[in-house]
């Protein structure tokens, strides 16, 4: 009888390691192809990024900052009015689309996560992130642009005002779901009111997923073309006024990129090159001040 269990056991013992071994083998090459597939992602960033510089480099000076955009056939000249331009109706998108996006995502999901309202606004937004951007343009050209009888600086950042607002208020939800519920019950343990809660507690330890959805935010709307077509348009000069065309980084890569003009088409590359700089000392600048300590 213990011949029996011993042979069972031994048995039992063998089907398990070959089992084991079995699985091993499999998580190895599952690891390999997702490891393989992680690096074939890297292939098209990394050519982005490459022609970026080989083409971008040559024409980097401090002049491309501090001149205007020079005329068909001329050399020399830079972007500096357009990379104002930029910065200004980014900010402008910013203040118009943060509070909004904020305040709303702490009403769905602090005050009633549960309501229709809620329901609707998630839905809403959820709709905005996939419309062309196009379509965001022509809308700020009806309400602004004619309104207005021009084109305009705040017509492009109330464009970019609205591509922005989805993608701020759905990750500033995400960065309050993730705070911890103990968080807000031991609040109220305290006495702490609703408001004293999502102030003090609930708000600052969501601020560094909320920058990062901020950050998301300026990478789209400095990237965008065709709303700026519609709204700000473009100019030559510096801008004078928030009401009058204005440049932007975009708007020139695209202007430049399509000429036949050998020096337009290498100062595109350094626009580009300056954009892609840009946009990701914001989200570094963005991770290290507001990382969690």
Not at 207 to 226: D, H, I, K, N, Q
Request: proline share 5%; charged share 10%; aromatic share 10%.
């Amino acid at each position: 009888m213990s011949d029996t269990t011993a042979e069972r056991t031994d048995f039992l013992a063998r089907a398990t390691a070959s089992g084991s071994g079995k699985r091993s083998f499999g998580n190895k090459i599952l690891s390999i192809v997702c490891v393989g597939l992680a690096f074939l992602t890297l292939i098209p960033l990394c050519s982005i990024i490459f022609l970026v510089l080989k083409n971008g480099l040559p024409l980097l000076s401090l002049s491309v900052f501090t001149d205007l955009p020079p005329a068909p056939g001329l050399t020399g000249g830079g972007f500096g009015n357009a990379l104002i331009g930029t910065l200004l109706m980014v900010g402008l998108a910013l203040v118009l689309a943060t509070p909004f996006g904020i305040l709303s995502a702490i009403y769905v999901n602090e005050y009633a996560p549960a309501s229709e309202l809620a329901k609707t606004v998630r839905f809403v937004a959820k709709l905005l992130t996939g419309i062309p951007s196009i379509i965001a343009g022509v809308f700020a050209y009806a309400v602004v642009v004619l309104a207005t009888g021009g084109f305009s600086a705040w017509a492009g950042g109330f464009a970019l005002a609205i591509l922005v607002l989805p993608t701020i208020l759905l990750t500033a939800e995400q960065a309050l779901m993730g705070v911890p519920k103990s968080f807000r019950e031991a609040s109220y343990g305290l006495g702490a009111t609703n408001f004293q809660t999502i102030w003090r507690i609930v708000l600052p330890d969501a601020l560094p997923a909320m920058m990062t959805g901020v950050m998301l935010a300026v990478a789209r709307a400095a990237g965008e073309t065709a709303p700026l077509l519609f709204t700000a348009l473009f100019s030559q000069y510096w801008i004078q006024s928030l009401k009058e065309p204005t440049a932007s980084l975009s708007v020139l890569i695209y202007n430049f990129s399509t000429t036949f003009d050998d020096h337009q088409k290498q100062m595109a590359w350094t626009a580009s090159l300056v954009l892609v700089v840009l946009v990701t000392l914001a989200n570094i600048s963005a991770q290290v001040v507001f990382r969690k300590r």
